[in-house]
């Protein structure tokens, strides 16, 4: 019976472990065959970088956008013959300006701060030339008729700043209404002709430029380095220059007025009212033009005589040129006598010179 049994025992380990080995294989097998599913459920193996296949999916997503599409256009001729596109203002976008272009470079689109409703009737500002201080001097242009006239505001900066806050208001008055200029007439406009004045108090101080040259005792007619203060502005000691034409500000207006001739010109001042017309004596045509413009305009003429011996005028080298000349007094320092200064300019664009 011990024996029987000792030979079942060895037999049932036997078994026992066969069974085991079995167990152990087929586990192996599924194991296998899960690693290969799992293997093959995996997106095939890129040797490219995350971030460059991730934009090459999204160039290859649609866009919702036209292909584009090549032209055998040469360079040259697209340049040459295609009009600029037109832009909206509105928009303020910057013109399209190709990075890299053959044969001549197309002018970039300037679009100036003020612009005209009719370009053809106006334009601004435009600068004639610089002060002592690298300020401009702006000029507008009103109209396009050969009778051309100039108005000149702020000789003496600060100290009539009247004369150019006028000036801004003829400005805005025929950036609205160009037509209000006569068809056969031109109209210039010289804002500030002292612009580095008119950033100094608006006080005596500001008379002079930055110079301290009185400009309207610095040009070459009649010129003088000191003239007999009796009658005339002393309430600072200002002086005429180095010499004749000595500062920018003058160079630049006599530089406008001999390539654009004027039939007439107006300084404006303030303030003793009325007209002083150029000449010593008084020339007949600015005497005539101070006439018709007294009449028009309701300041007085003959005006104040003071005595005062001007040297240097701008008015009274404007008349060497061929031009009438006058300066016009303001009633005051403050005020601008805006309807009576657009009724005498409008008068102005009328008037012609005796023949």
């Known amino acids: 019976m011990a024996k029987k049994t000792n030979s079942r025992s060895k037999l049932g380990w036997v078994v026992g472990g066969i069974w085991v080995i079995v167990i152990l294989l087929a586990g192996g097998i599924f194991m296998l065959m899960d690693d290969a599913a799992v293997v093959a459920a995996l997106p095939a193996e890129s040797t490219e970088p995350p971030q460059v296949a991730a934009l090459d999916n999204l160039a290859a997503a649609p866009t919702g956008l036209p292909a584009a599409t090549q032209t055998n256009t040469p360079a040259v001729e697209m340049l040459s013959n295609t009009p600029a596109p037109t832009l909206p203002l509105a928009t303020n976008t910057p013109a399209l300006i190709p990075t890299k272009t053959f044969g001549p470079t197309p002018t970039p689109i300037d679009f100036p ?197 001007m040297t240097g005028g701008l008015v009274d080298w404007a008349i060497t040129t061929g031009a009438a000349g006058a300066d016009v007094e303001l009633t005051d320092h403050w005020n601008t006598d805006f309807n009576i200064n657009l009724s005498l300019v409008l008068a102005l664009l009328r008037w012609e010179p005796d023949r």
């Not at 108090?201 to 930055?210: F, L, M, W």
Request: glycine letters at 10%; hydrophobic letters at 35%; charged letters at 20%.
């Open 113 to 309: 701060t003020m612009m005209p409703t009719n370009e053809a009737l106006w334009e601004g500002p435009l600068t004639i030339g610089n002060s002592v201080e690298g300020r401009p001097l702006e000029l507008w242009r009103f109209g396009r008729g050969e009778n051309k006239y100039l108005v000149i505001g702020g000789i003496h900066g600060g100290y009539e700043i009247n004369t150019i806050q006028l000036t801004d208001q003829l400005i805005a008055y025929f950036s609205k209404k160009p037509d209000a200029v006569p068809s056969n007439a031109t109209l210039f406009i010289l804002r500030a002709m002292n612009p580095d004045g008119a950033t100094k108090p608006h006080k005596i101080e500001g008379r002079g430029n930055a110079n301290e040259v009185d400009l309207n005792r610095s040009f070459p007619v009649g010129w003088s380095s000191t003239w007999d203060r009796s009658g005339c502005w002393d309430s600072l000691e200002l002086n005429a220059g180095r010499h004749a034409a000595s500062e920018p500000e003058t160079i630049a207006v006599m530089a406008f007025m001999l390539e654009n001739p004027v039939l007439a010109v107006i300084s404006y001042h303030s303030m003793a009212p009325g007209f002083y017309p150029a000449g010593d004596p008084v020339d007949p045509n600015s005497d005539a033009l101070s006439t018709y413009l007294s009449i028009r305009s309701g300041y007085p003429y003959p005006a104040v005589v003071t005595g005062c011996h």
